[in-house]
């Protein structure tokens, strides 16, 4: 599948709030088309077009970490909340609570679970987004030197590196500490694992769209990404192996749910 199609696809698949915030790579390529055509070149002036070009490329990125900033501040606090509820969850209702309740204590903490799993596919979500949108200024880099002869890719690459957006090891690491409290705190019986898998199937959503399904997608995005093959150069993202955990298992990626 072509980088654009791709990408549109990935916006379709991402939550209602994040689809503008996503790389404008139409853009980028149109630009890329005005600087490599002669025609243009006089009718536009083709160092006008390239400072556009490297301006909205600028913009981009600074769209980039603003966005994926807010969005780590906020997994911070949720992180913080979840774990205090836990905790409050265990001591006021818990078998050695201050009012102990199994029904009460059963209630909340899969409540509890169901926000969890919620979270935990918003921060795959992130990290899919650092993805898609650091493979996308790649490619129209890519393009931009073949076309024009130019040599930014290394240089602006080089500056992307560094910055927040592309940087996922505190989402990463928010990620493990979810699953191990999955693990930890709510471990599943083997007759009960298929209920929960099902629960998460249909009862887990986001402004309306099921998380469990875009989290699904974003999975099988980040691999197709970041798989080895005899194609893999210097620009690209690493091989991605999926983390060995019970929550990232009940994301089967050959699940039947439809990714359209």
């Known amino acids: 599948m072509k980088f654009g199609k791709r990408l549109k696809q990935q916006i379709e698949e991402s939550l209602p709030a994040w689809r503008d915030k996503f790389l404008s790579y139409k853009e980028l390529k149109k630009l890329v088309r005005l600087i490599s055509s002669a025609e243009s070149c006089v009718e536009y002036g083709k160092a006008d077009v390239e400072a556009e070009f490297v301006h909205l490329l600028n913009n981009e990125i600074d769209k980039f970490n603003v966005f994926f900033m807010e969005q780590e501040e906020d997994f911070i606090i949720r992180h913080k909340e979840l774990q205090q509820r836990i905790k409050r969850v265990i001591e006021t209702w818990g078998p050695n609570g201050t009012k102990p309740s199994e029904a009460e204590y059963k209630d909340e903490m899969a409540k509890i679970r169901k926000d969890i799993v919620n979270f935990h596919g918003e921060m795959v979500l992130l990290v899919n987004y650092s993805n898609i949108n650091y493979t996308g200024l790649a490619k129209i880099l890519k393009k931009y030197d073949k076309r024009t002869g130019g040599l930014l ?108």
């Open 153 to 260: 890719r290394l240089p602006f690459i080089q500056k992307v590196l560094q910055q927040p957006f592309f940087i996922t090891d505190l989402v990463s690491k928010l990620v493990k500490e979810c699953e191990n409290t999955i693990d930890e705190v709510f471990p599943v019986e083997q007759e009960d694992e298929e209920e929960i898998v099902k629960e998460q199937r249909e009862a887990i959503t986001v402004a309306g769209k099921g998380i469990f399904r875009n989290t699904v997608a974003a999975l099988l995005s980040m691999q197709e990404i970041r798989r080895g093959s005899s194609t893999y150069g210097h620009f690209s993202l690493p091989p991605m192996d999926l983390p060995d955990s019970d929550l990232i298992h009940s994301f089967q990626l050959n699940s039947p749910i439809p990714i359209v």
